[in-house]
């Protein structure tokens, strides 16, 4: 995907896994640019991939099912309220943090 102004994103899509509002969906796009960096790598490490710097990072369906925790805010899109996720606002959960490659070890 890309973005308005011509970077390369990432489109996700977050689901609440448990309590009042399990199911509900957060959409979320991480851009590929130079500010946009800090808030991707946060997000992938948070999600129990491992960044190297100057390696390629392969992003796909290897995301699917891993979890992590999101801190949202509120933001307005075409005059509706819409939940959106904070710059920076990703944290691996204990269960991540004990993933290797995405298998348990």
């Known amino acids: 995907t890309v973005s308005s102004k011509g970077d390369t994103m990432i489109k996700m899509v977050f689901e609440i896994s448990s309590g009042d509002h399990e199911g509900l969906r957060i ?3 991480l851009v590929l640019n130079e ?6 790598r946060r997000c ?15 992003i796909g369906t290897n995301l699917v099912g891993r979890e992590c925790e999101i801190d949202l805010k509120i933001d307005e899109y075409q005059g509706k309220d819409k939940n959106a996720v904070k710059f920076g606002g990703y944290h691996a959960m204990e269960s991540t943090k004990i993933m290797k490659g995405g298998i348990p070890f």
């Open 44 to 58: 992938i490490e948070a999600l129990g991939l491992e960044w190297v710097k100057g390696q390629p990072l392969e």
């Open 35 to 40: 500010k946009g960096m800090f808030n991707a």
């Open 27 to 29: 959409w979320n796009y």
